[in-house]
């Protein structure tokens, strides 16, 4: 066997080492003799990307986070920062859409679920600052929630995926889809039509989705909610 | 509609997903040594033949809201040629891939396991399949009736939850442990009080890619054996000694912090007759002081053998990982979403490093199928580590130990081998290269075997 074929010595350690070494691994002294093949690869160095990324990806989080609370701080309806504001909002937008994208990469409803609630709060914080006239709540929100809903209904048919991989991701696009029936009973709307045929549309999903799929929805939850 | 098998972790595994860092990714490797170089056509077949009789193996970890949980899966294995350094990173969050993957490098077959998944004892049943299916087709020797127990295969058996779960009712554990007493004495101070020493901490140079450094020790098992029984104590209590002193050697002075502490896994399986293949085992602390008494290699080893006996007693134990599955069961902490679990088992994990010098493991002497044996050389096994570790495992005669480290500095194995060669054992080193100036040699040599 291999270990009794002894490789160089060191004289130093007085113990055979395996492999090409020129010099002994313990103790760096010249080594003698006859090399043998080492039982293991010399593997080059890897510097993980993925470590250069994460850093990444916090700092433009952080970055992102930053500016829409420094934007909170200017007049909302300050006349002079304008265009500005949109552009700088636009841009913070994108960077948060994207950073959610990249993070929630390996299940696509997920991150449906996810741009929707990104996006949804973010058109509503961007009406606040400019002045409060309720267009998010009114047109955004329920317009996504309802498109959302469709959307993950094509992409899961489409890509064929697995019936617990998405499942609660649907529900939840249909629950979020719930949530405009509530600014409309609330008031916070000015045209009730975009809220209340979101809501219709979440309803039917939710009580589709309990009639063909109940059990699953149930294994799905206790399984992730398990105590 | 079928709907795939889930598990909840079990409670060792917890805290390797909590603990789970950069350059400690809580990955191990058990390897076989063949007589031949491993031909990967015939491997995959027998991974895929020992696979399909291994349930727990097809599963994934995934993150449910409160706990992680493990989840069956269609993936198959594919053998695959050592690229990668040992104990390499394999549980990524995001991704749904298998816990375990199997290398081969020349003759040796490699087997790398996640610890949330399996514990050694778990992982040497796969290899020792893996290796006589292997050497079945290669050399056709008969199968011989398999003596891995074939229920604790399954994805669902977690035998903490089977022997330590209701601390009311006497549970089959207890009634497993009515013959047994503890002999602990609890006045003596030796075996009962967290030290408020200072414990001395290994320090030094990152490898450059956060590589585990890994250097391996092969020597005759049955001499060292010898030699432990001359002096009274067991293998693993001088291994540990040896550790030690060769950790001590290699400080150039200890300072203040003059206590070694050592974490040793122990088996749980010897006392509670389970047959899972996921993780069953308990730690237990051991420690000694320098300048506190005799401080020879025979003496330090009968003081951590005294306190061993005290500590892996099996009432001792029973206690010990009672506490932690009352813990994990605490009604407070179900309901902490898991993010924030991980948090505080991290805090915990990062407690206990601070007291801890080195850690060990041994596997003890592995036997295999009749058939398969004599075509088997070295067998030994490496984890990836945040302080020096060591582990030893033997096949045969040949004892490997594989030492590895978060550093580069290899001092203490040094003076461990120094010391081996003194009591007239005869020792073979390998090393894994991993500093950048290794490397460059390796590299330099691979051009002149080529002809550049």
């Known amino acids: 066997m291999s270990a009794e074929a002894s490789g160089r010595a060191c004289p130093r350690c007085e113990v055979s080492v395996e492999g090409d070494w020129s010099t002994c691994p313990l103790c760096q002294s010249a080594l003698t003799g006859r090399a043998i093949t080492s039982p293991f690869p010399a593997v080059p160095l890897t510097f993980s990307r993925r470590r250069v990324f994460r850093v990444l990806f916090l700092m433009s989080l952080a970055l992102v986070l930053a500016s829409l609370l420094v934007q909170l701080f200017f007049e909302r309806d300050d006349a002079d920062l304008g265009a500005w504001r949109f552009v700088w909002l636009g841009v913070a937008t994108m960077w948060l859409v994207v950073i959610m994208a990249i993070q929630k990469r390996h299940n696509l409803a997920k991150g449906t679920v996810y741009l929707v609630a990104i996006v949804s709060l973010l058109c509503t914080y961007w009406d606040y600052l400019t002045g409060w006239n309720g267009w998010a709540l009114t047109y955004v929100v329920p317009i996504l929630c309802a498109s959302a809903m469709i959307a993950v209904l094509i992409t899961v048919r ?12 649907s529900g939840l696009t249909a629950v979020m889809g719930l949530v405009p029936i509530v600014f409309l009973t609330l008031g916070w709307v000015y045209e009730p039509l975009p809220a209340a045929i979101c809501g219709v549309l979440s309803l039917i999903t939710l009580i589709l989705l309990q009639l063909a799929r109940g059990g699953q929805v149930r294994h799905e939850l206790s399984k992730r909610l398990h105590m | 509609m079928t709907r795939p098998a889930w598990v909840r972790l079990d409670n060792a595994s917890n805290i390797f997903l909590a603990a789970r860092s950069d350059a400690d990714p809580k990955v191990f490797r058990i390897f076989a040594e063949l007589n031949h170089e491993v031909d990967r056509g015939l491997l995959q ?15 994934v970890l995934r993150r449910g809201v409160f706990w992680h949980y493990l989840q069956d899966s269609d993936l198959r294995p594919a053998v695959i040629g050592e690229e990668l350094h040992t104990c390499a990173p394999l549980y990524q969050p995001h991704r749904r891939n298998l816990l375990f993957r199997v290398l081969y490098h020349r003759r040796r077959i490699n087997l790398e396991i996640f610890h949330a998944l399996s514990d050694g004892t778990g992982a040497l049943w796969f ?14 020797h008969a199968r011989l009736e398999t003596t ?3 229920t604790g295969l399954s994805l669902t058996m977690d035998s903490f939850a089977e022997y330590f779960r209701h601390p009311a009712e006497g549970t089959s554990g207890e009634r497993w442990l009515e ?10 101070p030796t075996t009962n009080r967290r030290s408020t020493r200072s414990v001395y901490r ?30 009274g104590v067991s293998l693993t209590m001088l291994l540990i000694a040896l550790f030690f002193e060769s950790v001590r050697l290699a400080s150039g002075g200890l300072g203040r912090a003059r206590t070694m502490s050592v974490s040793v896994p122990v088996n749980l399986r010897q006392f509670f007759p389970s047959t899972s293949a996921r993780n069953f085992f308990a730690t237990v602390r051991l420690e000694h002081t320098y300048g506190e008494g005799a401080d020879d290699l ?13 500590k892996a007693s099996s009432s001792a134990l029973e206690s010990r990982v009672r506490r932690f599955v009352r813990f994990e069961r605490m009604p407070l902490l179900r309901i902490v979403p898991r993010p924030f679990k991980d948090g505080l088992l991290r805090l915990i994990n990062w407690a206990n490093n601070r007291g801890l010098t080195v850690a060990i493991s041994n596997l003890g002497r592995v036997t295999l199928p009749e058939g398969a044996d004599p075509h088997v050389g070295r067998m030994g096994f490496h984890v990836s580590a945040v302080r020096p570790q060591f582990c030893a495992m033997s096949h045969g005669d040949q004892m490997t130990l594989s030492f590895t480290s978060p550093f580069l500095e290899t001092d203490h194995v040094r003076e461990f081998a120094q010391m081996l060669t003194q009591r007239g054992l005869d020792v073979s080193v390998a090393a894994v290269r991993a500093s950048e100036g290794e490397l460059a040699e390796a590299s330099l040599d691979g051009l002149r075997e080529v002809g550049a």
């Not at chain 2, 013959?179 to 003596?188: A, I, L, M, Q, Y």
């Open chain 1, 158 to 169: 489409l890509m064929r995926m697995a019936v617990g991989d998405h499942i609660l991701y």
């Open chain 2, 298 to 310: 025979a003496s330090i080893a009968r003081g951590l053998e005294r306190r061993f006996a005290a």
């Open chain 2, 179 to 188: 013959s047994d007493h503890e002999d602990e004495n609890p006045g003596d």
């Open chain 2, 148 to 150: 891995t127990p074939p």
């Open chain 2, 127 to 140: 290899l020792r399949d893996v290796v006589d299916a292997y050497l079945r087709r290669r050399h056709g």
């Open chain 2, 202 to 231: 290994v320090r030094g140079t990152r490898t450059p890619d956060h590589r585990t450094r890994l250097v391996e020790l092969t020597l005759s098992g049955s001499e060292l054996a010898r030699q432990a029984k001359a002096e």
């Open chain 2, 45 to 59: 077949d027998a991974v895929d033949e020992v696979y399909d009789q291994y349930p727990l193996y097809h599963a």
